[in-house]
């Protein structure tokens, strides 16, 4: 008989109902109604139920999100034992298309960042050539996996540059809960082809790439060299703990340099000492002016 293990999720009304080995082969499946299901004879059969609202189907689980008309106490026994009786009787979970060309698969691997709330999914594929960063759902209209992670509702802010996805979290769930659901939703969602930034975005960024050139060369020749450092010593760095910095203004008067920090950098406990003693330092030796100092506008 098929074990079907029942586990709540932070959305009170998704509920998972989890098989003991995988159900697919690296993909994932969203049904809002019946129609949509036509691949998923269980999906089908579990849309008669009044209450279903949408049935995803991925990995080693079912998760259906109910209408507010029953509670999961009433029924998830129930259903479990459907979704199992369904499955020991033969019937299919998903017909899977043999004929559709095949994916090429990826890696992806955490790596922890100085930030105890951001980490950094490395993509063994090129992502993008220019850095983006969303601070919301709203803001992600350039890119679809931006805006499917954001519905795990732990994610609070996504920063993606070249290979990799960082991801800052709230503090309701550790890394160790939800690590290794976000790596397998990055790896299934790009091997079935989705979209990570619209192509448009890269068009958008290199008018942005040309604006910046344009305005570098109307730049004092302090702030022309600090950009110059940045962009040189300190980008890489910052880059491999998932983070990114850009330069902002330069105040000749106070001698305050602002930048602005994204990714794993943003909210980071320690970046306050990495401005100070790094980066600041570095300003100092380089420029040859101790009165330099660096200020985040938002740590």
Do not use: H
């Amino acid at each position: 008989m098929t074990k079907i293990t029942v586990k709540e999720t932070q959305n009170p009304t998704i509920l998972k109902f989890e098989f003991e080995d995988f159900i697919t082969k690296n993909e994932s499946f969203e049904f809002k109604n019946i129609d949509e299901a036509k691949s998923s004879p269980l999906a089908q059969q579990l849309f008669y139920l009044p209450f279903v609202k949408t049935v995803y189907i991925s990995g080693n689980f079912i998760a259906i999100e109910r209408f507010s008309i029953v509670e999961w106490d009433d029924v998830k026994d129930a259903v479990a034992e459907q979704i199992g009786k369904f499955v020991d009787n033969g019937g299919i979970i998903i017909n899977i298309d043999e004929n559709k060309p095949r994916k090429q698969p990826i890696t992806v691997y955490g790596e922890t960042t100085p930030n105890p709330s951001a980490l950094k999914f490395v993509v063994s594929r090129m992502l993008t050539k220019n850095a983006v960063e969303y601070k919301n759902i709203d803001q992600t209209s350039s890119s679809p996996l931006a805006k499917e992670l954001f519905k795990f509702p732990y994610v609070k802010e996504i920063f993606i540059d070249e290979n990799y996805i960082s991801i800052t979290k709230y503090d309701l769930n550790s890394w160790d809960e939800i690590t290794l659901e976000l790596r397998t939703f990055i790896k299934q969602y790009i091997e079935n082809g989705g979209v990570v930034l619209d192509e448009s975005v890269t068009i958008n960024a290199e008018k942005q790439e040309q604006i910046k050139t344009e305005e570098f060369d109307k730049l004092d020749v302090t702030s022309q060299q600090i950009i110059n450092i940045l962009e040189e010593y300190v980008k890489p760095a910052v880059a491999a703990d998932g983070g990114n910095i850009a330069f902002e203004s330069y105040d000749e008067e106070s001698n305050i340099v602002k930048v602005i920090l994204q990714g794993a950098c943003s909210g980071c406990p320690s970046s306050t000492f990495t401005l100070k003693s790094g980066i600041e330092n570095m300003l100092k030796s380089m420029l040859n002016d101790e009165k330099i100092q660096v200020e985040a506008i938002n740590a």
